[in-house]
């Protein structure tokens, strides 16, 4: 079933998903640290992944049904539990909720789309965005409490999820308008 390498490593981001959050939860300046870096690790299998299984010409299907996955579990139980620690807080959960409501509704379009055997690529826009909301929840991971006193950490991730939140609506609506001549029938 995870023939390739790409595959393992979509699943390992899956895997590190619930340790990250364990580490979330712990009161510790190193548990900051430590969830940060499986972040990242996961924000690079991401990354790739994707290259690996085009270079190597070996797309699967089921790389191809868990990698989104994978990207939406990842981003949705982060920005989640940083809510709930209120990391994330104040006026900058609306661009955390618009993101989540986003991976709804596009999964939710893709899958439609799929049953009428519509693939919907994935944007160079909305690679910027997946890339600007992994590099705004790496900072709010760590926060202003764990970063270098002259890393406004907070505040940086702050603004990269607000600059994430616009781009979420463009490609949500880019995806919609794309997809609307797919309703009429």
């Given amino acids: 079933m995870f023939k390739t390498i790409a595959n ?23 548990a900051a640290w430590a969830a940060w870096g499986l972040f990242t690790i996961a924000g ?10 085009r270079r190597e010409n070996q797309v699967t299907r089921v790389g191809q049904f ?59 826009l909305a690679k910027w965005k997946t890339t600007i909301q992994l590099v705004a929840l790496g900072f709010l991971i760590i926060g202003t409490d764990n970063a270098p ?4 950490a907070t505040q940086i991730g702050d603004l990269l999820l607000w600059i994430a939140g616009g781009l979420t609506i463009l490609t ?12 009429e029938s």
């Fill in 44 to 53: 690079v299998t991401d990354w790739l992944d994707g290259y690996m299984a």
């Fill in 8 to 30: 393992k490593l979509t699943l390992s981001r899956i895997v590190l998903i619930p340790l990250i959050l364990i580490l979330l939860i712990l009161p510790y300046g190193w």
């Fill in 66 to 124: 868990l990698d989104p996955i994978a990207d939406k579990l990842l981003v949705s139980a982060v920005l989640l539990l940083l809510v709930y620690n209120r990391q994330i807080d104040g006026l900058s959960v609306l661009p955390a909720v618009i993101i989540l409501l986003r991976e709804v509704a596009v999964s939710g379009l893709r899958e439609f789309l799929a049953g009428l055997s519509i693939s919907v690529p994935v944007s160079r």
């Fill in 172 to 183: 949500g609506y880019d995806y919609w308008k794309a997809s609307q001549k797919h309703f």
């Fill in 149 to 152: 006193n002259w890393i406004p």
